[in-house]
């Protein structure tokens, strides 16, 4: 018995199964979307005749499709995917390069940038800047979602509203370059960024977002749906030279990164913004610290295939051998649904 596919429908989660079973008894469990999270959610006993069965999509309380599902039987558990694979309405990604040609870094780079006739900009967005573990008075926007209340820093996000709407106002496509920074325009204070922080990464300048936690991982799905909800931007690049960011071993280290990107675009797919894993100029072989470009991205098409599709795409700067990428995502092992995955081209300096 193997879960070759798990689909939302309506109000239900389909799983689908590589042969039909007689009166075979399971256990669901559910968990956190954070990898880190080992109690469960809610489980629920069940004996199954077919080739599918289905649960309620709200079965935990929460949309089921955030969920990471767990089934076992008695000779332990069951392999195949894990989480629901998301059909979205939305264009698919394209297949061709997408190329950059700006990086916003001040509002007053946007006259310019308009001026230009410039027709695809990025903007660097930090989480630590946007969010806030308490209000701050007037300086607070409420956001609600999931049923919490989330904090924004209102001047931030009319900063960013003075940097993004401009330009899609003028027809630019934006890409936000999203960013865990304890330090960009602002500084976190040490409660808030010893909640979003990867625990690993504490002391580094960028760090990798928290999905081993759920405390943090639940900030992250609250920063990319308030951006991508007040935006609606073209894609979203999940940080910035990701594999060159730590020394973990690359099984967890991808494993944590494609949870981000999954997480991501479970926010985003109804609206069409795209997902983009962000590599550094290290491609073919790995820098001074972390792992090499073509090894990270094999690793994240692998628990792709694995735990459930999702179609995100590669950021690369242009200083990046991006004929040897194209290339690459060219391979059988790298394609999602038969078709190249995208490949966004960032300026040399988007670092």
């Not at 499709?65 to 995917?81: L, M």
């Not at 695809?120 to 609600?144: C, I």
């Not at 098409?301 to 051998?321: H, K, M």
Request: proline share 3%; glycine share 8%; with cysteine.
């Amino acid at each position: 018995m193997q879960i070759i596919s798990v689909t939302a429908s309506g109000g239900e989660i389909r799983f689908q199964l590589d042969a039909p079973v007689d009166a075979h008894k399971i256990r669901v469990s559910l968990f956190p979307a954070a990898v880190g999270e080992e109690g469960e959610i809610c489980s629920l006993t069940m004996t199954v005749t077919g080739e599918s069965f289905m649960l309620s999509r709200r079965l935990s309380g929460k949309d089921g499709i955030t969920c990471r599902y767990v089934v076992t039987d008695a000779s332990g558990e069951v392999e195949g995917k894990k989480y629901v694979e998301i059909l979205s309405d939305a264009p698919d990604l394209p297949a061709s390069e997408t190329c950059v040609q700006s990086v916003v870094w001040d509002v007053e780079d946007v006259p310019t940038v308009l001026a230009d006739g410039v027709k695809h900009a990025a903007v660097f967005v930090n989480l630590s800047d946007l969010l806030m573990m308490y209000p701050e008075g007037e300086n607070t926007l409420y956001y609600r979602m999931d049923g919490r209340d989330y904090y924004v820093r209102k001047a931030v996000a009319e900063y960013l509203d003075a940097c993004v709407r401009p330009l899609t106002e003028a027809g630019v496509s934006v890409t936000l370059v999203l960013l865990n920074a304890r330090e960009w325009i602002g500084r976190a204070s040490d409660r808030f960024w010893e909640t979003v922080v990867h625990p690993s990464d504490t002391a580094a300048e960028y760090a990798r977002f928290d999905t081993v936690r759920e405390s943090g991982c639940a900030y992250f799905r609250a920063f990319v749906t308030f951006l991508a909800e007040r935006y609606r931007p073209f894609g979203m690049a999940i940080g910035c030279d990701v594999n060159g960011m730590a020394d973990a071993p690359l099984e967890s280290f991808a494993e944590e990164y494609i949870t981000a990107l999954r997480v991501a675009y479970q926010c985003v797919s109804s609206l069409g913004t795209r997902v983009y894993a962000a590599i550094d100029t290290n491609f073919a072989e790995k820098g001074e610290r972390g792992h090499a470009g073509r090894d990270l991205l094999s690793a994240l098409a692998g628990f792709s295939l694995i735990e459930g599709e999702l179609p995100w795409g590669v950021a690369v700067r242009a200083d990046t051998d991006t004929d040897a990428i194209d290339a690459f995502l060219k391979t059988a092992e790298l394609m999602h649904g038969g078709e190249r995955r995208a490949l966004l081209i960032l300026p040399a300096d988007a670092e």
